[in-house]
């Protein structure tokens, strides 16, 4: 049963455009979400988070919007770079902090110039 | 600061056959969690060791195992190799459990071939 849910393998995006990549959870527990950002052969590195006491967070060229009704996030990626070609996951965790993080299955996102 | 490393980065092993995996967390971090990798299961929580202690552990068989080291580091063993083990398998370390999760960083990971 996936408890985070990243319904795009894949998102072509043409270079200067908005990424948006979208991000579904069921477990109405979690109260911290992640982004994560992947090169091959490379661990994942941390890119943005967002608490559930709040609905927007910002930094940069990155935006993390979370709607807790709809048990939603989204990724804004703006404007997007070559460098941005990667796969990104979602992430949750139930107590706030780093422990035991339930991600999603990631989405690769390719930015074409 | 020398980030997380792993060894090895490439393994290529039999079924039914074990394997030890290395993690050395960042010098001075003492939480160091385990995740594996699969093209279909995305990344899944193995396990998480702090102060020598398992804290929290993902679900996995009893094959799956892992140990932490008073210097923090740590290794994960898996026995009996089957073919779905075939990962990559990705070491994080934090200075504390439950602390800021931007504080937790990953390594390259160490990529399993079971043949």
């Known amino acids: 049963d996936q408890q985070v849910k990243q319904n795009s393998p894949s998102l072509s995006v043409q270079e200067g455009r908005i990424s948006i990549l979208n991000c579904d959870y069921t477990?109405?527990?979690?109260?911290?979400f992640l982004w994560y950002k992947k090169y091959p052969a490379e661990g994942p590195t941390f890119l943005i988070s967002?608490?559930?006491?709040?609905d927007k967070n910002e930094d940069g060229r990155f935006t993390v919007f979370l709607n807790k009704s709809a048990k939603h996030l989204s990724l804004h990626i703006v404007p997007s770079q070559p460098g941005d070609s990667a796969v990104y996951f979602c992430a949750a965790s139930e107590r706030g902090g780093a422990d035991g993080l339930t991600f999603g299955k990631g989405t690769h996102l390719i930015i074409q110039p | 600061k020398a980030g997380v490393t792993q060894t090895p980065r490439y393994l290529i092993k039999t079924r039914g056959q074990q394997v030890t995996l290395s993690c050395s967390p960042i010098?001075?971090?003492?939480?160091v969690s385990w995740y594996q990798q699969t093209p279909g299961q995305g990344l899944q929580f193995l396990f998480e060791?702090?102060?020598?202690?398992?804290?929290n552990k993902g679900n996995f068989p009893g094959r799956f195992s892992g140990r932490q080291f008073s210097n923090s580091r740590s290794e994960m063993n898996v026995s009996t190799l089957e073919l779905g083990d075939s990962a990559l398998y990705l070491c994080?370390?934090?200075?504390?459990?439950?602390?800021?999760?931007?504080?937790?960083?990953f390594g390259p990971g160490t990529r399993l071939t079971v043949l």
């Open positions: 010098s001075g971090h003492r939480s």
């Open positions: 477990n109405s527990m979690f109260d911290y």
């Open positions: 994080a370390s934090s200075l504390r459990p439950g602390g800021p999760v931007d504080t937790q960083y």
């Open positions: 060791y702090f102060s020598e202690t398992q804290r």
């Open positions: 967002i608490s559930s006491i709040k």
